[in-house]
Each structure stands twice: as C-alpha cells, then as structure tokens.
C-alpha cells in the first residue's frame, strides 16, 4: 500500500503552488529555473515527493518570498505534535478547501479582481450577495 503524503508536505506543495500561480509562473518555468521537470514541481505541489531545506531555500528566491511564507496558515491538524481540536471549536476544518480554491485560477482571479475594490462598503456587499447565492 503506497504511502500517504505528509500533511506539512501538502501544505508547503500547495504554498508553491499558490505563489507560483500568482506570480503567473508556469510549472515549466519553475522547473527550468531548478533544472527539474515540471512533473517534478507536480510532484512536490501534491506533496507527493518532499522539498529539502536548501532547494525550498531556492524556490523561495526564485518566487520572491521568504521561506517562511511556506509555512503561513498551516492548520494544526497538519502538525502530528499538536491536537487536531487545539484552540478549534468543534467546527470543521475548512482551511483545505479553501486553500484549493485560493489556488485554482478561478480564486486568484476573484482575489485579484476584488483587492481591486476600493469601497470597503462594495466588498461588503459583494461578500453578502455571494453568501445568499450559495445559500
């Protein structure tokens, strides 16, 4: 039976990705720049294959942020040390959901149209109407 990818694995696959995609960076571009393939940078999008220390090092130079912002919003639940109900509510982890959806080109081009709204008060209405339609 093939084993199942580390949670923090995942996590740090998916902020490559996010970063990469906003950025408008091709998997094939970020491949060249590390002399990998794109099936490569797939790989560790998924989190299927693990990113070692100095060539995360490097993908955060070439994508222009720290390496830190790797591992931002990391739910607890991807930390084996730390209870999956630590400081939660008895609700639902929603954070990979919507990690997936920030990630998909469909969420960064809603988060880059609507950061583009100057009217607090627009945003708000936008916020509201989009909650009534998915009622």
Do not use: C
């Not at 959806?101 to 209405?125: D, H, M, P, Y």
């Amino acid at each position: 039976m093939p084993k199942s990818p580390n949670p923090i694995d995942i996590h740090v696959g998916s902020r490559v990705r996010l970063r990469r995609m906003m950025i408008n960076m091709s998997q094939e571009k970020l491949g060249e720049s590390l002399d990998l393939t794109f099936q490569q940078i797939q790989k560790y999008e998924k989190g299927a294959n693990r990113i070692g220390a100095s060539r995360l090092y490097t993908i955060a130079k070439i994508l222009d942020v720290p390496v830190s912002f790797f591992f931002e919003d990391m739910p607890d639940s991807a930390d084996p040390k730390v209870s999956a109900n630590a400081g939660a509510l008895n609700e639902p982890d929603q954070t990979p959901f919507v990690m997936d959806f920030v990630s998909s080109a469909e969420g960064l081009q809603l988060n880059t149209a609507f950061s583009k709204i100057g009217s607090a008060e627009t945003r708000r209405k936008i916020v509201d109407l989009v909650k009534t339609l998915a009622d």
